[in-house]
């Protein structure tokens, strides 16, 4: 069974600019999940989906939105990118609801925001 | 004072040691308590995962919770390079994720 895969691995993008990450989530599960990880905060929860509504969000601006898919795929969108947005963005996928014995992650997404 | 606190690291230990990795934490409605293993380049897995007070063992690896204290334990016996990693602990007053709340990790190395 493939894992969660994310792409682009890499992405180098510099302030101002917008970036869209994307996601597949593991055959079946319908639950998205996205975090970001830095050194300095660790691995913080930005929102999560499930069949195409977002059910729950975590403590970021406005700048940070997602969507999912009706194949469950899930894409992550930050607009006018700020140095501190640089970080590895990791989702996770569940199979229906969100438990902590259940959520993959994905290899996550190097951003640079230069 | 933030919420999660863990030893900062890095942790660097011979193989066939005993590896303590710690984390203290400040909400007593944590009830959920998990460990997480994360290789380089990689996103985390679960490795442990624990529901209020006590411990639980799989293979080499021990979880240990110490609610009157606000402080859990992973212990890993007769340890490998291949436990080379950043180990994080996280922990929710909940089952659903969206209320984790992560430490911030601990390198740890395991040396031939």
């Not at chain 2, 990689?42 to 529901?51: I, R, S």
């Not at chain 2, 606000?70 to 340890?79: E, G, P």
């Not at chain 2, 390079?81 to 996280?90: E, F, I, K, Q, V």
Request: glycine content about 10%; charged content about 15%.
């Amino acid at each position: 069974k493939a894992g969660v895969t994310q792409t682009p691995r890499y992405l180098i993008k510099t302030r101002g600019q917008q970036v869209t990450l994307s996601c597949s989530p593991i055959s079946g599960h319908r639950s998205v999940s996205w975090y970001q990880q830095t050194p300095g905060q660790g691995l913080q929860f930005l929102f999560e989906y499930f069949s195409e509504t977002q059910r729950n969000k975590g403590n970021f601006p406005g700048r940070f939105s997602g969507r999912q898919f009706s194949n469950s795929r899930s894409e992550m969108n930050v607009s006018t990118l700020e140095l501190g947005d640089s970080a590895l963005y990791l989702c996770a996928s569940s199979p229906r609801d969100l438990g902590y014995n259940e959520q993959f992650f994905g290899p996550g997404t190097r951003l640079t925001v230069l | 004072q933030k919420e999660v606190e863990q030893d900062p690291g890095p942790l660097s230990v011979p193989e066939g040691a005993i590896v303590s990795l710690n984390c203290t934490y400040s909400n007593s409605a944590f009830q959920y308590f998990m460990w997480y293993r994360q290789y380089s380049r990689k996103g985390p897995e679960l490795l442990m995962y624990t529901y209020s007070s006590g411990n639980k063992e799989d293979g080499r690896f021990t979880a240990q919770v110490d609610k009157s204290s606000k402080y859990i334990s992973l212990f890993i016996r007769d340890s490998q390079p291949s436990d080379s990693a950043t180990y994080l602990c996280a922990m929710s007053g909940t089952h659903y994720g969206q209320n984790f709340v992560f430490g911030p990790g601990t390198r740890l190395s395991v040396l031939p």
